[in-house]
């Protein structure tokens, strides 16, 4: 009985001392934290005078995070813990407590410790042009639901491109430029949100976004098979447009091919890489010409020049052979009529679009009839023809043959001097000389007697830049003044007046935008005296444009140059209607433009007019001109030179 009773004193004794042994967790840790928190936790102990210990295990790693021997009189331990990168390492995910005291232990609750950081973003769009800037904002909460105090870093790998900015409260908005020539596409922006201490990267987050590098047109290109076209043959082009990263595009485009005065001779849509063949006629002016193509805001144009083309037609019907210029310049060429085995040259003379024929005669009989001009071959076939002897001769002209030549010289000059002593009667009296003279086409005769004058139509003021086929070439001095600025309402007044004032009876004026060219052609002036007249109208004008600029505050920018060339012209309907041969209105036009404020005299013009004209040579943009120094008074020294004749024609009469 009394064994019984130790015993069981001994096991209420050991029964105590687990009791009095147990530990417990007064405070449990939070469910979750983020790298560089606090943790802070409480653990109580039934008895003191103990050692005890706690260490923070996690996904199987554990640290030692408290050490210490409690005194008779501590029943609880506070433990506070920064959870720094230093202090963790490696270790997170889920983790727990784990406390030791006197050989038994206890576990806190599971928590979290986390170094993720949510990131929520957006961009200001889904589709860029190349140059964009794309705006990329949005929030940053790290795993403890705390906001984010950081740096945010934003990279688009596909195009080596990324930049950097910073997160206040949790929150950023950051801009990221496209490059201008980055190709069209798809592509992803990565966007990392992270905390950093003492250089080492706590917690970050990562989230990526997909935008779109829309294709933009950048260039065109025009491509031609050739840039020297001759007449007869086609013009063939096409254009390619080229995006930011210069790969190509399939684009529509409009197309126009124009004339130097902007006459357009075709135009339409096509596809980029499309051919398009213009068939360019035979006759079609000799010059520069010019392709004009755009398409979603882009320009391009494109310079090709019409050759020259001297070409005649041959047609022969019932014994008459008719040449025709079909070409673009006067036709000159000798030309071979091979009449069976014999062979006769007639030299032909044709303006634009001008025919001649010919009537060819020879011995009764069939001949084979072959036609050359060195370039042109036209086997014209059998012909029945009658006559003396094989022979060409114009038709409608009676040309004499060599036995008969000093009749007809007898002939002309009888008739020459009917003429002279005719003019001399008529020279006392004051005339005009009609339209008819110059112009053998002209409609319209107006003959009429007013004391002794001889009226004609009336001489235009006005001139029209258009295709003439029947007209006369001649050199005709020209004016062009250039228009550099918007001028108000009473300057293009004043203009005008000048402009009429300084040129009537003198030129007849052709308006083109920008430009008026006043024209000195023989058909409006009644004399082939017409370059220094006309230079000293340019001048007179540049006088008159100055004179008004120093007066008036609305200012008149100016450039003028004078130029001559050939052209086919004619009266018409009171107007002057010309073609321009050559360049002749486009280099006038272009010295113009290099004029600022100055009279600027062509090559050509400065050549006819050396004798009366002292100008010195200037380059502007590179091309040689000219401007007036003086201009020699020829009509005084014709007087003082008549008069010298006057009087040795007298001194010879005493002797």
Known sequence: MRMKLVLFALAFMILMSIVYAETWFTIQPDKIYS???????????????????????????????????LGNDSRQINIFQPL??????????????????????????SFEISDEVSVTAGTNNKEYNPGNSISVSGSAQKANSQPLNGFLEIKIDALNLSTSGVVQSGNFNVNITIPEKTNAGDYSIRIRAYEKKEEQITNQGEITAGITVKQMPKSIEIALKSQEIMPGDSLNFYSQFYDQSENKIDEDYSFSIEDSNNGVLAKGLLKTGESYSLPIEKNLTSGYYKIKVSAEGLYQEREFFVKENEEAEFLLVEGILYIKNIGNVKYQKAVQ???????????????????????????????????????TSAPLGYVTLTGNSINVRESGKNYFSSNKALAWIFLVFVLGMFVFLAARKTLKKRFVLSDRFFDPYAKKRINAKDKGMIVVAKTPKEAEHTLVLKGQKQDAPMVCLKIKNEITKAAKLNLDNTIERIFDNKGAVYKAPGFIIPIFSPLVTRTFKNHIPAIKAALELAKALNEYNNKFKDKIEYGISVHTGDIVNRVEEDKLKFTSLGNTITFAKKLADISQKEVLLSKEIHEKTLSEVKADRVTKQGFDVFTVNRITDTAQNEKFIGEFLKRQAQNNKKF
């Open 35 to 69: 790298i560089g928190d606090e943790l802070r936790t409480s653990i109580s102990v039934s008895e003191a005078s103990k050692e005890i210990n706690a260490k923070l295990v996690c996904d199987g790693q554990e640290k030692l995070m408290f050490l210490s021997y």
């Open 84 to 109: 720094s990168k230093e202090f963790l390492g490696e270790m997170k995910g889920d983790c727990k407590i784990i406390a030791s005291y006197n050989g038994l232990s206890d576990e806190s609750e």
């Open 337 to 375: 009529i091979k009449i069976g085995d014999k062979v006769e040259i007639i030299n032909p003379i044709l303006e634009l679009g001008e025919e001649l024929k010919y009537q060819i005669s020879a011995p009764e009989g069939q001949y084979n009839i072959e036609v050359s001009d060195g370039e």
